[in-house]
């Protein structure tokens, strides 16, 4: 439970910059910000889950069932809200959703890929 209300927090909080500062990742016209909105979201979900399953002294198992649950109330989440994509995230250009939702994909499997990864105890 406690990795469904961690995922729930991450995923309200992302959002939540999305629906405010978006239009400042997501600007086509911008290739290099673009490329930084990818990029950059790499060590931000590292240092979301990587100290997470330390503190916790999770096994290799408890890890990807970890992260699979970090992800999972996001990705239900954000099938809803991509639907109403205009109405949640009024500040994005509508033509964006495509790169938004391919942004969330990758950050998503990033976030399982950390269940894989091998780390220091």
Not at 60 to 77: D, N, Q, R, S
Request: net charge positive; hydrophobic share 60%; proline share 4%.
């Amino acid at each position: 439970m406690f990795y469904l209300l961690w995922g729930f927090l991450v995923w309200l909080g992302a959002t939540c910059i999305f629906r405010f500062a978006g239009h400042v990742f997501f600007a086509p016209e911008n290739i290099m910000l673009m490329i930084l909105a990818y990029l950059l979201v790499i060590p931000l979900i590292l240092v979301l889950t990587l100290p997470l399953y330390k503190w916790k002294q999770l096994n290799a198992h408890e890890k990807l069932k970890a992260a699979v649950f970090i992800a999972l109330p996001g990705m239900l989440l954000d099938v809803i809200v991509l639907i109403y994509f205009q109405t949640v995230f009024t500040n994005l250009n509508p033509d964006v959703d495509q790169y938004f939702a391919s942004w969330l994909l990758w950050a998503y499997s990033i976030i399982i890929v950390t269940g894989f990864m091998k780390t220091k105890n």
